[in-house]
């Protein structure tokens, strides 16, 4: 991998693991209604992207299922989430998804896995359980489970890309369309609020929106699969893994997490299984995909 490679996936390491510290900003501290903020974002995203809604997929209804579950749904779970869970366990919690993507892709695609795969998936889910149960973050259990509910759902879309013929820039698009048309709905069905967390805090509630849309799904995920066509998987993928550990510097640091040591060795141990997940070869997963569940 060429240094110029190398700074690009650290780049894009960063952008992720602040992209989860800015929605705890949004969601909390500015408190925007975390459906709404998902609307938001998903909205900024179509718009970006509107060109590439042409032509119509074929399997329309299963491009916008799929992406519904890999983008708007998964992310307004987490961010539902974040509204009591701290940045640095919700990077813990959400290293459940590579785990979950194989297991349901033994249940729905035939994978087989051989023992150190499943030696992975077991360090994996153990770690997270350890890190969630610790006391300091029994506090958060519902955040968290919400969390992990966005993990399950980004997990089960990312299986069923296998099955659809169309580009991930376009996928998206047509993701974040499908998002604005399920969540701005549930978000004034459900939420209170929307106008008034917009009317105090207009720019930062933009600039959180711009990053996270712009920056985020636009920008480093474009230039993460640009790197996937230009250099193996097997080198950029496990580079990836620095997400979850920035994501814990990052809370830590920016939002005054509170890391026990309980939540950094649950977090060393469920990395240590996704690792081992990551590096065995897979016949039905693409292997990107299961560390980059969300777009």
């Not at 997990?155 to 701005?184: C, E, N, P, Y």
């Not at 996937?228 to 080198?235: G, I, K, R, S, V």
Request: hydrophobic share 60%; aromatic share 8%.
């Amino acid at each position: 991998m060429s240094p110029r490679a190398f700074a690009i996936i650290m780049a894009c390491n960063v952008v992720w693991a602040l992209n989860v510290v800015v929605s705890k900003i949004a969601v909390s501290d500015l408190e925007t209604p975390p459906l709404f903020y998902a609307f938001l974002r998903s909205a900024i995203v179509a718009l970006a992207l509107l060109p590439l809604l042409r032509p119509v997929p074929r399997q329309l209804g299963r491009v916008m299922l799929i992406g519904l579950a890999i983008s708007g749904g998964s992310f307004a779970l987490l961010f539902m989430g974040l509204q009591t869970a701290s940045p640095s366990a919700a990077g813990v919690v959400s290293l459940s998804g590579a785990p979950m993507t194989v297991l349901f892709a033994i249940l729905f695609l035939g994978e087989r896995i051989r023992w150190k795969r499943g030696l992975g998936i077991a360090l994996a889910f153990g770690g997270v359980l350890y890190a969630m149960t610790g006391g300091n973050q029994m506090e958060a259990s519902t955040g968290l489970i919400l969390i992990f509910a966005g993990a399950v759902v980004g997990a089960l879309g990312t299986v069923f890309m296998k099955q659809l013929d169309i580009s991930s820039i376009r996928l998206q698009a047509w993701a974040a369309l499908a998002s604005v048309l399920v969540l701005l709905p549930l978000s004034l069905a459900m939420e209170t609020g929307q106008a008034t967390s917009w009317r105090a805090a207009p720019w930062e509630l933009a600039a959180c929106l711009v990053f996270a849309a712009i920056v985020v799904s636009v920008g480093a995920h474009t230039a993460y699969y640009r790197l996937l066509q230009e250099n193996d998987a097997n080198l950029v993928v496990p580079l990836t893994l620095m997400t979850p550990i920035l994501t814990i510097v990052f809370g830590a640091w920016l939002t005054g997490d509170a890391v026990s040591t309980r939540l950094v060795v649950g977090g060393a141990i469920a990395l240590a299984g996704v690792a081992i997940i990551v590096l065995r070869p897979t016949r039905n997963i693409f292997k990107p995909l299961l560390v980059k569940t969300r777009i």
